[in-house]
Protein backbone atom coordinates (compact mmCIF):
# COMPACT_ATOMS: atom_id res chain seq x y z
CA UNK A 1 0.00 0.00 0.00
CA UNK A 2 1.16 3.19 -0.84
CA UNK A 3 1.68 5.95 1.65
CA UNK A 4 2.56 9.70 1.67
CA UNK A 5 3.55 11.93 4.62
CA UNK A 6 4.31 15.33 4.09
CA UNK A 7 5.83 17.67 6.48
CA UNK A 8 7.69 21.44 6.54
CA UNK A 9 4.51 23.57 6.35
CA UNK A 10 4.69 26.61 9.04
CA UNK A 11 3.87 30.05 8.88
CA UNK A 12 5.85 32.31 7.37
CA UNK A 13 6.28 36.06 6.58
CA UNK A 14 6.32 37.32 2.55
CA UNK A 15 9.34 36.86 1.56
CA UNK A 16 10.29 34.21 3.53
CA UNK A 17 11.42 30.49 2.70
CA UNK A 18 10.41 27.22 3.58
CA UNK A 19 11.26 23.57 2.64
CA UNK A 20 8.32 21.02 1.66
CA UNK A 21 8.99 17.01 2.72
CA UNK A 22 7.21 14.00 1.56
CA UNK A 23 8.31 10.63 2.22
CA UNK A 24 7.06 7.82 0.13
CA UNK A 25 6.47 4.31 1.37
CA UNK A 26 4.89 1.44 -0.55
CA UNK A 27 6.35 3.54 -3.75
CA UNK A 28 9.93 4.04 -4.93
CA UNK A 29 10.29 7.55 -6.40
CA UNK A 30 13.12 6.68 -8.12
CA UNK A 31 11.79 6.34 -11.69
CA UNK A 32 8.20 7.18 -10.31
CA UNK A 33 6.34 10.43 -11.15
CA UNK A 34 5.25 13.08 -7.96
CA UNK A 35 4.18 16.58 -7.63
CA UNK A 36 3.05 19.14 -5.26
CA UNK A 37 -0.32 20.04 -5.27
CA UNK A 38 -1.91 23.03 -3.21
CA UNK A 39 -5.51 23.84 -2.25
CA UNK A 40 -7.06 27.24 -1.02
CA UNK A 41 -9.75 27.71 0.93
CA UNK A 42 -12.55 27.89 -1.83
CA UNK A 43 -10.21 27.14 -4.94
CA UNK A 44 -9.93 24.22 -6.70
CA UNK A 45 -6.87 21.94 -6.34
CA UNK A 46 -3.73 23.18 -8.72
CA UNK A 47 -0.65 21.71 -9.88
CA UNK A 48 2.56 23.34 -8.11
CA UNK A 49 5.58 21.73 -8.88
CA UNK A 50 6.20 17.58 -10.58
CA UNK A 51 9.54 15.39 -10.81
CA UNK A 52 9.50 12.87 -13.75
CA UNK A 53 11.69 9.50 -14.34
CA UNK A 54 14.94 11.30 -15.28
CA UNK A 55 14.32 14.18 -12.68
CA UNK A 56 12.93 16.53 -15.50
CA UNK A 57 11.10 18.95 -13.52
CA UNK A 58 7.56 21.12 -14.71
CA UNK A 59 6.23 24.01 -12.76
CA UNK A 60 3.19 26.06 -12.73
CA UNK A 61 3.80 29.77 -14.20
CA UNK A 62 2.80 30.83 -10.57
CA UNK A 63 5.69 29.58 -8.79
CA UNK A 64 8.24 29.59 -11.42
CA UNK A 65 11.43 30.54 -10.44
CA UNK A 66 10.76 30.50 -6.79
CA UNK A 67 10.19 26.96 -5.99
CA UNK A 68 12.30 24.01 -6.90
CA UNK A 69 11.22 20.36 -6.60
CA UNK A 70 13.90 17.59 -5.99
CA UNK A 71 14.14 13.82 -5.22
CA UNK A 72 16.05 11.82 -2.84
CA UNK A 73 15.79 8.57 -3.87
CA UNK A 74 18.10 6.91 -1.00
CA UNK A 75 15.36 8.37 1.10
CA UNK A 76 12.78 8.02 -0.75
CA UNK A 77 11.79 11.74 -0.44
CA UNK A 78 10.46 14.26 -2.59
CA UNK A 79 11.42 17.85 -1.23
CA UNK A 80 9.84 21.66 -2.36
CA UNK A 81 11.70 24.23 -1.85
CA UNK A 82 10.04 27.36 -1.94
CA UNK A 83 11.36 30.64 -1.85
CA UNK A 84 10.25 34.03 -1.47
CA UNK A 85 6.60 33.15 -0.65
CA UNK A 86 4.02 35.73 -1.06
CA UNK A 87 0.58 35.54 0.86
CA UNK A 88 -1.40 33.89 -2.26
CA UNK A 89 0.97 31.17 -1.87
CA UNK A 90 -1.48 29.88 1.25
CA UNK A 91 -2.54 26.79 0.98
CA UNK A 92 -2.43 23.28 1.76
CA UNK A 93 0.14 21.62 0.10
CA UNK A 94 -0.45 17.95 -0.81
CA UNK A 95 1.94 15.15 -2.02
CA UNK A 96 0.90 13.04 -4.93
CA UNK A 97 2.12 9.68 -7.06
CA UNK A 98 1.13 8.26 -10.09
CA UNK A 99 0.38 4.58 -9.59
CA UNK A 100 3.22 2.64 -11.28
CA UNK A 101 2.64 1.32 -14.95
CA UNK A 102 0.50 4.81 -15.46
CA UNK A 103 2.38 7.30 -17.82
CA UNK A 104 2.85 10.90 -17.04
CA UNK A 105 3.15 13.77 -18.76
CA UNK A 106 4.46 17.51 -18.27
CA UNK A 107 2.02 19.75 -17.56
CA UNK A 108 -0.75 17.54 -16.72
CA UNK A 109 -2.27 17.05 -13.48
CA UNK A 110 -4.70 13.97 -13.70
CA UNK A 111 -2.74 11.04 -13.50
CA UNK A 112 -1.80 11.54 -9.82
CA UNK A 113 -3.90 8.73 -7.85
CA UNK A 114 -2.10 8.83 -4.91
CA UNK A 115 -2.08 11.34 -2.04
CA UNK A 116 -0.98 12.46 1.40
CA UNK A 117 -2.96 14.05 3.78
CA UNK A 118 -1.38 17.32 3.52
CA UNK A 119 0.29 19.90 5.13
CA UNK A 120 -0.45 23.61 5.82
CA UNK A 121 1.80 26.47 4.65
CA UNK A 122 0.46 30.18 5.68
CA UNK A 123 2.32 33.03 4.52
CA UNK A 124 1.23 36.73 6.18
CA UNK A 125 2.52 39.72 4.27
Known amino acids: RVHLEESGGESVQAGGSLRLSCVASGYGTSGGCMAWFRQAPGKEREGVAA???????FYATSVQGRFIISQDNVKNMVNLQMNNLKPEDTAMYYC???????????????????WGQGTQVTVSS
Open 51 to 57: IYPGETT
Open 96 to 114: AAVPRGRNCYPGTWDEYEH
